[in-house]
């Protein structure tokens, strides 16, 4: 990969994860604004995940015919930003529905061909371990900056300037998206059942499962950590600089991810992660102070990034060459698709019924479920029987 094709997906981890990082902290509180209650704001929040659940799959599948990945991404990087546009004709809040609907659907696609793209790049020139993490730190980089300096313009300004942020990030993503390039993939014709044949690979179920109860586990924080901290205090620039911190701490583990993927296997690697998970999530329920929390935020550094990297590793096992868009795809529609929208609509049940450190129960007892199910993989040499 040369320099200015890194510099091209570096871009473009860091424009989508920037849209990300005006999401996940501030969507919440501009639709809190806007007069919604909480019920409301986790049902149009968990379009972020429903729209995950089919969206990835059919974009990946149209991937895979068409052999073009970077084609599909430049189409839907330049739609997403035309339907993002119409946020300033909204009012009623089924108006509100069908736009996260509409534009999530269209978003779902860019980061599993964006990754897969990536990855197919990286594995042609044998470089995986030692720049994908490099080059995907640009996203959280990017996160980074996004919560930052929002979170200082609505402390300073308004949260009613969310759109306007919303479309310069979104608008700067389809430009770029003109400069992405992957090799040549092989054009080969699907064969009929070959997914299913890996499917049925108990290992790559038990795999998927565990995934799912990850994503499920998190959607507590990226639902309702934002309310959480709020409820405790915090301002909009603080509650930013939480955020910030955990993302801080996955850039550091992107950064020396090679030392980490060449000394460990993958499955060990899930395993701390999700018990790192249970940890972080007890510590936010229980012990809401200030320096426990900065801790957990710490600990996003193994529940996401350690995730990631060895989940997108442990993945390119099973879905080769003309599956690949697929696997990364059917990764983010059961992980992201259902744990995300389970996920959040259960710790919004539980907000509303109990009390919102349960959200956090809830989210540790997944991760315990999740550690589980990544142990039932058989040891290596058997799988590759």
Same mark, same amino acid.
């Given at each position: 990969?040369?320099?200015?094709?890194?510099?091209?997906?570096?871009?473009?981890?860091?424009?989508?994860?920037?849209?990300?990082?005006?999401?996940?902290?501030?969507?919440?509180?501009?639709?809190?604004?806007?007069?919604?209650?909480?019920?409301?704001?986790?049902?149009?929040?968990?379009?972020?995940?429903?729209?995950?659940?089919?969206?990835?799959?059919?974009?990946?599948?149209?991937?895979?015919?068409?052999?073009?990945?970077?084609?599909?991404?430049?189409?839907?990087?330049?739609?997403?930003?035309?339907?993002?546009?119409?946020?300033?004709?909204?009012?009623?809040?089924?108006?509100?529905?069908?736009?996260?609907?509409?534009?999530?659907?269209?978003?779902?696609?860019?980061?599993?061909?964006?990754?897969?793209?990536?990855?197919?790049?990286?594995?042609?020139?044998?470089?995986?371990?030692?720049?994908?993490?490099?080059?995907?730190?640009?996203?959280?980089?990017?996160?980074?900056?996004?919560?930052?300096?929002?979170?200082?313009?609505?402390?300073?300004?308004?949260?009613?300037?969310?759109?306007?942020?919303?479309?310069?990030?979104?608008?700067?993503?389809?430009?770029?998206?003109?400069?992405?390039?992957?090799?040549?993939?092989?054009?080969?014709?699907?064969?009929?059942?070959?997914?299913?044949?890996?499917?049925?690979?108990?290992?790559?179920?038990?795999?998927?499962?565990?995934?799912?109860?990850?994503?499920?586990? &998190?959607?507590?924080?990226?639902?309702?950590?934002?309310?959480?901290?709020?409820?405790?205090?915090?301002?909009?620039?603080?509650?930013?600089?939480?955020?910030?911190?955990?993302?801080?701490?996955?850039?550091?583990?992107?950064?020396?991810?090679?030392?980490?993927?060449?000394?460990?296997?993958?499955?060990?690697?899930?395993?701390?992660?999700?018990?790192?998970?249970?940890?972080?999530?007890?510590?936010?329920?229980?012990?809401?102070?200030?320096?426990?929390?900065?801790?957990?935020?710490?600990? &996003?550094?193994?529940?996401?990034?350690?995730?990631?990297?060895?989940?997108?590793?442990?993945?390119?096992?099973?879905?080769?060459?003309?599956?690949?868009?697929?696997?990364?795809?059917?990764?983010?529609?059961?992980?992201?698709?259902?744990?995300?929208?389970?996920?959040?609509?259960?710790?919004?049940?539980?907000?509303?019924?109990?009390?919102?450190?349960?959200?956090?129960?809830?989210?540790?007892?997944?991760?315990?479920?999740?550690?589980?199910?990544?142990?039932?993989?058989?040891?290596?040499?058997?799988?590759?029987?």
């Amino acid at each position: 990969m040369t320099p200015s094709l890194r510099w091209a997906f570096g871009s473009f981890f860091f424009l989508y994860f920037a849209y990300v990082g005006l999401v996940s902290p501030y969507a919440s509180l501009f639709f809190l604004e806007r007069g919604f209650s909480v019920i409301e704001i986790a049902v149009l929040m968990s379009m972020l995940q429903i729209t995950r659940i089919i969206g990835p799959f059919s974009w990946g599948w149209l991937s895979d015919f068409l052999s073009n990945r970077v084609g599909i991404i430049r189409f839907c990087a330049c739609f997403a930003a035309l339907v993002f546009l119409s946020i300033y004709f909204l009012q009623s809040y089924i108006s509100f529905f069908i736009w996260m609907f509409v534009l999530h659907t269209i978003l779902s696609s860019l980061m599993p061909l964006g990754e897969s793209a990536t990855v197919h790049a990286l594995f042609k020139d044998n470089s995986f371990d030692k720049r994908y993490g490099r080059l995907r730190l640009w996203g959280s980089l990017g996160f980074i900056f996004m919560v930052l300096t929002a979170g200082e313009l609505f402390q300073r300004k308004s949260i009613e300037l969310y759109p306007a942020v919303g479309a310069i990030v979104l608008v700067s993503l389809a430009l770029v998206t003109f400069l992405l390039h992957e090799p040549k993939m092989e054009r080969r014709k699907m064969v009929k059942g070959e997914l299913l044949v890996v499917l049925l690979n108990p290992d790559v179920r038990w795999f998927l499962i565990s995934g799912f109860f990850m994503v499920f586990a &998190h959607a507590a924080l990226y639902v309702f950590y934002s309310l959480y901290l709020a409820n405790l205090g915090y301002d909009k620039f603080q509650i930013g600089l939480f955020w910030a911190l955990g993302v801080f701490a996955e850039v550091i583990f992107f950064y020396f991810q090679s030392k980490v993927l060449s000394r460990l296997d993958a499955e060990v690697i899930l395993q701390a992660a999700f018990g790192i998970g249970v940890i972080r999530f007890i510590l936010i329920a229980f012990l809401p102070t200030t320096s426990i929390l900065i801790f957990a935020q710490v600990l &996003h550094a193994g529940t996401f990034a350690a995730h990631h990297s060895a989940a997108t590793k442990l993945l390119q096992r099973w879905f080769t060459g003309p599956l690949q868009a697929r696997g990364q795809a059917l990764m983010a529609t059961v992980s992201y698709g259902l744990g995300g929208t389970i996920g959040g609509l259960c710790a919004g049940w539980i907000w509303e019924l109990s009390q919102p450190r349960d959200v956090f129960v809830m989210a540790a007892f997944a991760c315990g479920l999740a550690g589980m199910a990544i142990q039932k993989l058989r040891p290596r040499h058997y799988q590759s029987r």
